[in-house]
């Protein structure tokens, strides 16, 4: 399939996507309430990303899907802390942001084609910001959010790394 159509169709899909929505909260307004989110100033900012997203997409831009993500994800960080008043978070939080640009490499790859090349590089960004975010949430104690089992989380993630690596290297060698 051609870039242009397949950005065509990605646009496509998403406006369908948005319209069925509003069908349905005009339909059953209950729905509106499952996503519980008031819009905030950080709606704005998640706002702008999508607004790049969609001007990549009509212009047959791809790769503009990777500042889409990382704009929006920032302004999933900033709901985030205005919604808990947790301002402090920032401090681990940054480490997200190679993770917003390995969405943004993803979704490059599934608009523009080359699609294994951008996830390979795509899921080497998001290894890297899960790494990240466990030694930096490790060292500011912002493991609280699993209770009793907080200690454990880093010492999971160890090992799942200590699994994918393994597997990793069995896969090369084929």
């Known amino acids: 399939m051609e870039k242009k159509n397949r950005t065509q169709l990605v646009l496509g899909l998403l406006l369908i996507l948005v319209a069925g929505w509003l ?5 059953q307004p209950d ?10 100033w950080p709606m704005w900012v998640m706002f702008a990303g999508a607004v790049i997203l969609v001007i990549g997409l009509l212009v047959g831009a791809p790769d503009m899907a990777i500042p889409a993500c990382i704009v929006a994800g920032i302004g999933g960080i900033l709901y985030y802390q205005n919604a808990t008043n ?9 480490t997200l942001i190679p993770g917003f640009v390995g969405v943004g490499k993803i979704l ?7 699609f294994m090349a951008c996830l ?7 290894l890297t910001c899960a ?13 609280t959010i699993f209770g ?8 999971a993630l160890l090992f799942v790394l200590g699994i994918w690596l393994i597997v990793r290297g069995i896969m090369r060698q084929k």
């Open 86 to 94: 947790n301002w402090e978070s920032w401090a681990y939080m940054w």
């Open 148 to 155: 009793s089992y907080s200690a454990y989380v880093p010492i």
């Open 31 to 40: 729905l509106a309430n499952i996503l519980h989110l008031t819009f905030d």
């Open 131 to 143: 790494i990240l975010f466990t030694i930096f949430a490790t060292i500011f104690n912002a493991w």
């Open 120 to 126: 390979r590089e795509g899921l080497k960004l998001l």
């Open 108 to 114: 490059s790859g599934i608009i523009g084609g080359d």
């Open 23 to 27: 069908i349905a909260t005009r339909i």
